[in-house]
């Protein structure tokens, strides 16, 4: 190894122990225990400390020669240049001034935070009543920093904080056992006295239902009372100060390749005409109907209440998963890790997120992956759309994809690890390589087709429905934050252009408006995916291995589109060559 190798992956490490410093809820997250008495800082001061920081890393990366590297240490050193360049792009629009809305915030992060953590030893608990002490003025800090965002015209959309209030106050009105805070005292702990366990749990209750509700309490005050009298004028950025700078930045940010509003706006609309083709077709087949809304409708009717229990939509999703899909996955890839998927439902404190989502697990086994399903309404779970979003979540989608390189020996800690929190920080984060993370997901639906997963015909129109819905996300998202759409607007075009009903198309909407250029990621990282298969089918012919371009494309962890690309060319090279 030269001193140049030694050099990059000397300061990768630098920088993943700063970040781990830095962030005591993504090093929980990680698995990493030893900051777990604290919170992240999110004061103005520390995010200004944070930037300065990272022109330091940034300067000591450009300063090291890299023509001796190998290419796999070319290949962190680009990648780490990348992301800091990324964030300094970012930080200038202060998105840390809005640090809660209705899908992410303390309200919900302190009870995901808390489960992260070890509670074996009385020194865990000890740790956790330290963390637990902390949190009254993590909460103040929100509250500060909106103030901030407000005398500096940093604000978010009514849309984005109006439910916040009603989601404080079913934490306030929560019985003690059901609070997420308090979750370590709900399951048994064999090494510790039960004297000892009930002392913690006296001390634990009385900071979260005292010094933390009086928290929550005048966070919600000061939204109710102050802060919603300044929210934006509209609901895209484009209308605050440098709006239309930041949600480009906000793009290239998700989407790592350069694209304007407009040229996005146009990929989906082209999209959408190609999917709803498919749709319209399958249901004039099935007898479905002839339009968008008579097919979903029709299925609606079929289908609603086909679950009774939470416990039956668990067991046909995990017969999915372990019994239809994962024999089948032999075939499309080698070098299969062993790590189990748990699928188990959705937390309490969750029961309004969409319908499903993936959590990593961690390399040390500590925490197994988990494809978490909403369960809470099973009567509203659609059988026709479950393959589709099992594939996305589950294996070959997410899981797959994060535990493809958790074991692996070559790859730095910093690229082992996603960000799984924080989205309102973008663009001012570490990248997260959305549109690779959520492009997989999309096409591994896509790998549903030749898997034959979709042979059922309501199963192949729930896999349009959900990609219907991503190529929508272009233009509705566009449509808000460039192009000065309404909410409205887009819950409208969503309502005629997709299976969405109303009420999930609001819910969709608000969320485009509260992560600006997210939901583009997901389409435009799938097409990209396609794209590079289709080009490596049609440049090695015969040489073509299906199984050694998901290695590919898996290998190196969660990358910049622009980079896969450019790795995926020297594959295309390198077997036209052999």
């Known amino acids: 190894m030269s001193d140049a190798d030694e050099a990059v992956l000397s300061l990768y490490k630098e920088v993943w122990q700063w970040k781990l410093v830095e962030s005591p809820e993504l090093a929980s997250f990680c698995g990493f225990h030893a900051y777990d008495d604290r919170w992240d800082d999110i004061s103005e001061e520390a995010y200004l400390r944070r930037e300065q920081c990272i022109r330091n890393f940034l300067k000591k990366a ?77 909460i103040e800090q929100v509250t500060q920093a909106l103030k901030r965002g407000v005398q500096c015209g940093v604000v978010m959309s009514h849309y984005s904080v109006y439910r916040v209030p009603s989601l404080i106050d079913d934490i306030l009105n929560s019985q003690p056992d059901k609070l997420g805070l308090l979750k370590p005292f709900s399951t048994e702990h064999p090494l510790m006295t039960p004297s000892r366990l009930d002392a913690f ?69 082209k999209e959408i005409a190609r999917i709803q083709e498919k749709v319209l077709k399958v249901g ?53 890790p062993n790590i189990p998927l748990i699928i188990k439902p959705v937390p309490e404190f969750l029961k309004n997120v969409p319908a499903g989502f993936y959590l990593n697990g961690t390399p040390d086994g500590s925490r197994e992956g988990s494809y978490c399903i909403n369960t809470h309404n099973p009567a509203s779970c659609f059988p026709f759309q479950l393959p589709a979003l099992s594939l996305h979540e589950a294996e070959p989608g997410h899981h797959l994809q994060s535990i493809y390189i958790l074991g692996s020996s070559t790859l730095p800690e910093l690229r082992k ?11 001012g984060k570490f990248a997260l390589k959305t549109a690779y993370v959520e492009g997989w997901g999309l096409y591994a639906e896509g ?22 819905f991503r190529a929508a996300r272009l233009v509705v998202d566009t449509g808000i934050h460039a192009l000065g759409w309404s909410k409205e607007q887009g819950v409208k075009y969503l309502v005629q252009n997709t299976l969405a009903s109303e009420a999930g198309a609001e819910k969709e909407v ?37 199984k050694e371009f998901h290695h590919r494309v898996l290998a190196n962890g969660s990358l910049p589109l622009h980079v896969l690309e450019s790795i995926i060319d020297k594959y295309i090279a390198e077997f036209q060559e052999s």
């Open 201 to 269: 749990q006296v001390q634990a209750k009385h900071i979260v239902t005292t010094k933390v509700f009086e928290a929550l309490k005048a966070l919600k005050t000061y939204l109710t009372e102050e802060y919603f009298k300044h929210v934006r004028p509209k609901e895209g950025i484009c209308c605050l100060e440098n709006g239309e700078k930041w949600y480009q930045q906000c793009l290239d940010f998700h989407l790592s390749l350069s694209m304007t509003p407009q040229e996005v706006h146009d990929v989906g609309l």
């Open 284 to 336: 004039k087949e099935e007898n479905l109907g002839e339009t968008l809304e008579d097919i979903r409708d029709t299925i609606h009717t079929k289908q609603g209440g086909y679950f009774k229990t939470s416990d039956e939509v668990l067991e046909f999703v995990k017969d999915l998963c372990f019994c239809q899909i994962k024999p089948k996955l032999v075939d499309m890839f080698y070098d299969l």
């Open 62 to 138: 450009e300063g090291i020669d890299v023509s001796s590297c190998s290419k796999d240490v070319t290949l962190n050193y680009e990648l780490l240049i990348d992301d800091l360049r990324s964030y300094l792009k970012g930080t200038q629009f202060k998105s840390y001034l809005m640090p809660i809305n209705f899908i992410e915030g303390i309200h919900n992060d302190c009870n995901l935070t808390i489960s992260y953590m070890k509670f074996n030893t009385e020194e865990n608990f000890n740790t956790y009543i330290s963390r637990l002490k902390k949190l009254p003025q993590r």
């Open 510 to 546: 608000e969320r485009y408006i509260t992560w600006p250029g997210q939901a583009c990621a997901y389409k435009i990282g799938e097409l990209k995916i396609w794209e590079l298969r289709r080009k490596a089918e049609a440049k090695l012919g015969a040489k073509f291995n299906l």
């Open 447 to 468: 790998l549903g087709d030749e898997m034959n997963m979709y042979e059922n015909k309501l199963d192949l129109i729930g896999r349009y429905s959900y990609e219907v």
């Open 417 to 427: 690890f996603a960000e799984e929190s924080k989205y309102y920080l973008a663009p």
